[in-house]
């Protein structure tokens, strides 16, 4: 967590005896990580050495959900509360908890209203109402929580923007034009950074499960993605200023003046309740009811002031038109997903027809929001790595369940959603036991996602599992978790991972008459009843000419359940209405199909596979990477750098000459020849001193210095500085370069190479060359 430049950066060593047992006992809030005011430092101290329960039973619960609102159009807030140590203040100040335990309860009351109504079969309407409540509800607990949690720690974002433009990790578009909202570019150390992350994920996912990876085009006819649903649902609804043309998204318009109006201490009580109820209910209002909402409240726009159009219905996808006739109708991409869909069939060939099999695919997809903002997080165009799981439905077991079974994640599973409760420390063998998580491969991905996070650099205290509820989830899924992180913005989704069920293969089955299925063998032969339909094809192709043979394949993937409703219509009308598409229909006579039953023997049984998809916004995770590393030095608050893990460092390490004296330049060459020949990145700088070039160093995330002085000259040996702490070991030219490799690729730690070659003072080492 991050603080302000008034406040002070927590290390590891302290002169109090006091505070080096507090520390002692109480890790979880040091290490380095941890940015806090020596006022809480000394509150949170004295409570915790005074307190008669201990934290150690405590202390490894996840954080509070909380989220720092913005104001639409506004600069945003710079800081968030560090709800880490919020929590803490709850748990033992019994004047903070007795302030919350209403609100909770609250929360807890409600959820038990909205499962009754669900086990009673209660109407929609009634459900959905209660679901509302239930969600303003949270809101009002978690602005609590975030009113009483301490309010002079918080982390300066714009001195970690500062830094992330200043050394070109990345920055707006076309800045020389304006600038683009929602569009960046990766400079030479954000592109790094981003390769470095998605070789890795490359290594960890699928070398290490044997996935198919595939690279499908951006380009999507408009079919595919008609069956998909994206056409109809992938849209939102915006309005215009109507006098500089800037467009807002309606329901973020409404909610931001909604929230204020409700913050004005001179609005009535009565009008207070009528928008938190109205924000509750927000996702579920129609076109009409939001444009009655705009006219009622007397809504502009917030940055002019104007008057704003009605709503337009405005579709997230860019739309074009495919070769030079502009009569075939496509869209970029908005996820990566659909490519390995329609690839199913031969992707399960390149198997040998077996299941289970996982695909991946990493590429950049698109939408078009509408308010793009908070930098990497919601952009028009992103890179996403999409994993598609196809696995048997009736058997979801995975052979490697049990080396992450023994894991625990904080998991905010839906009920402790609905009773007001944080996340909590699960197993997930426990989790899957007591059916929390619906199935062992969707755990196993749960897993991998969080070994995966955690060694990129992700800090796992801020990193939780959300689990989607009931209302959240889509209507074919079965199971859905999201991994979140804390970041300023509050908790941002990164990953999800989803059982979408066989969903995405059913809708592209019936949109073009081609069977995505598998095949497995049954324990012995079975003899089943057989339905299907027999066209009459000359009569049909009479009938239909060129449409024949796109009726006939439609036919026969009708299912029995399909073919029995058919039969009933034809005894009824001697006629039936049969969809094509989602555009086209044609009528059939009963003399044109017969229906036939008879036995089959079969050794192999047909099915649908289903899906689990672990889905990773790379942009996101980024983000949340650089926010988790940013660190300032505690002797100079200008010193600011991201402490990144070697593993995904844009650049492995410096080499350093402390001079440019002709002698050292024959050691600068050998080791740059070494460096190069083992795949090492490296930078080389000898201009400034070399205090300045460490901190140059620092703050574009290399880990290793390499520094040659004079005294190698003599005893062949160089100095090796560890970014993060600074300290330095000396050691022979000759191990040097082995030594990074093994540091930068994870296979030693500093620790171990430190007591190996022991701390080395660098004042000791010569800075005059030698005489001649």
């Not at 939408?367 to 799981?389: D, K, W, Y």
């Not at 908790?491 to 809708?507: I, K, N, P």
């Given at each position: ?610 899906v689990i998809e672990p889905s990773f916004g790379i942009g996101r995770i980024m983000h949340t990477l ?147």
């Amino acid at each position: 967590m991050f603080e302000s430049t008034s406040t002070i950066v927590v290390h590891n060593h302290f002169r109090s005896s006091t505070l080096l047992n507090f520390r002692k006992n109480y890790p979880l809030l040091f290490g380095g990580r941890l940015f806090m005011s020596s006022r809480i430092i000394s509150v949170v101290a004295r409570r915790l050495l005074s307190s008669s329960s201990s934290l150690k039973n405590k202390n490894n619960k996840n954080i509070s959900n909380n989220k720092v609102p913005t104001d639409w159009g506004y600069k945003k807030i710079n800081k968030y509360k560090p709800l880490f140590v919020e929590k803490i203040m709850a748990e033992l100040d019994p004047k903070i908890a007795s302030q919350l335990e209403p609100f909770r309860q609250s929360v807890k009351e409600q959820g038990d209203i909205v499962r009754q109504l669900k086990s009673e079969n209660a109407p929609e309407l009634d459900v959905k109402k209660a679901v509302a409540e239930l969600k303003n509800r949270k809101r009002l607990l978690e602005e609590k929580t975030l009113e009483l949690a301490p309010p002079d720690a918080g982390f300066e974002r714009t001195k970690m923007e500062d830094l992330i433009k200043r050394r070109f990790f990345f920055d707006n578009s076309f800045a020389i034009y304006g600038g683009i909202t929602g569009q960046f570019d990766f400079g030479p150390m954000g592109c790094s950074v981003k390769n470095n992350m998605i070789d890795l994920w490359r290594k960890h996912f699928v070398l290490q499960e044997q996935m198919l990876e595939v690279d499908c085009t951006v380009l999507t006819p408009e079919p595919v993605l008609k069956a998909s649903g994206h056409v109809e649902r992938f849209a939102d609804l915006m309005v215009k200023d109507l006098v500089t043309g800037e467009c807002f998204r309606l329901d973020h318009l409404i909610k931001a003046h909604l929230e204020k109006l409700s913050s004005n201490p001179k609005t009535s009580e009565e009008i207070r309740q009528e928008c938190q109820t109205i924000v509750t209910k927000l996702d579920g209002f129609n076109k009409d009811q939001m444009n009655e909402i705009l006219k009622k409240f007397k809504i502009k726009s917030p940055l002019t002031g104007n008057d704003l159009t009605e709503a337009i219905e405005f579709n997230l996808m860019f739309s074009t038109m495919i070769g030079p006739s502009g009569q075939v109708k496509g869209f970029l991409r908005p996820e990566t997903a659909q490519g390995i869909f329609v690839n199913f069939k031969r992707l399960l060939e390149f198997n040998q027809r077996r299941l289970p099999f996982a695909a991946a695919q990493v590429g950049n997809a698109f939408r078009n929001e509408i308010s793009p903002r908070s930098g990497l997080i919601r952009v028009r165009e992103f890179t996403l790595a999409e994993i598609e799981h196809f696995v048997d439905p009736s058997n979801k077991s995975h052979p490697k369940y049990d080396t992450i079974a023994d894991l625990q994640l904080n998991l905010y599973t839906a009920c402790n959603q609905m009773d007001g409760k944080s996340s909590e420390l699960i197993r997930i063998g426990d989790a899957v036991d007591r059916k929390i998580i619906a199935n062992e491969t969707l755990a196993y991905f749960i897993g991998r996602i969080y070994l995966f996070m955690v060694k990129i650099g992700i800090d796992q205290r801020k990193l939780r599992f959300r689990q989607h509820m009931d209302n959240e989830m889509a209507h074919y899924a079965t199971d859905c978790w999201d991994a979140e992180c804390l970041t300023s913005y509050g908790w941002v989704e990164c990953v999800g991972c989803a059982d979408r069920s066989c969903f995405d293969l059913l809708q592209h089955t019936k949109a073009t008459n081609v069977k995505l299925v598998a095949e497995k063998d049954l324990p012995e032969p079975k003899m089943i009843n057989v339905v299907e339909i027999v066209p009459n094809k000359g009569l049909m192709g009479k009938h239909f000419k060129s449409n024949a043979q796109k009726v006939i394949q439609r036919l026969n993937v009708l299912n029995e359940n399909e073919i029995k409703q058919i039969e009933e219509e034809l005894n009824a009308k001697n006629e039936f209405i049969l969809d094509l598409d989602k555009e086209n229909q044609v009528t059939i006579t009963k003399e044109m199909i017969t229906i036939k039953r008879y036995e089959k023997k079969i050794h192999v049984e047909e099915f649908t596979p289903g899906v689990i998809e672990p889905s990773f916004g790379i942009g996101r995770i980024m983000h949340t990477l650089f926010e988790h590393n940013f660190r300032i030095r505690q002797d100079d608050e200008q010193r600011t750098y991201f402490a990144l893990p070697a593993i995904v460092c844009p650049i492995k390490c410096s080499l350093l000459p402390l001079s440019n004296h002709q002698s050292l330049k024959s050691y600068v060459t050998e080791i740059s020849k070494q460096l190069s020949s083992a795949d090492i990145s490296f930078k080389f700088d000898d201009t400034g001193s070399i205090g300045k070039r460490y901190a140059r160093t620092d703050e574009i995330s290399i880990p290793f210095a390499i520094t040659i002085d004079f005294d190698s000259l003599n005893d062949k040996m160089v100095t090796l500085r560890e970014r993060d702490s600074t300290e330095q070991i000396r050691l022979p030219i000759a191990d040097v370069v082995n030594i990074v490799k093994e540091l930068s690729m994870n296979i030693r730690q500093w620790d171990d190479v430190r007591n190996q070659y022991g701390i080395f003072d660098p004042t000791q080492s010569s800075s005059e060359p030698p005489p001649q």
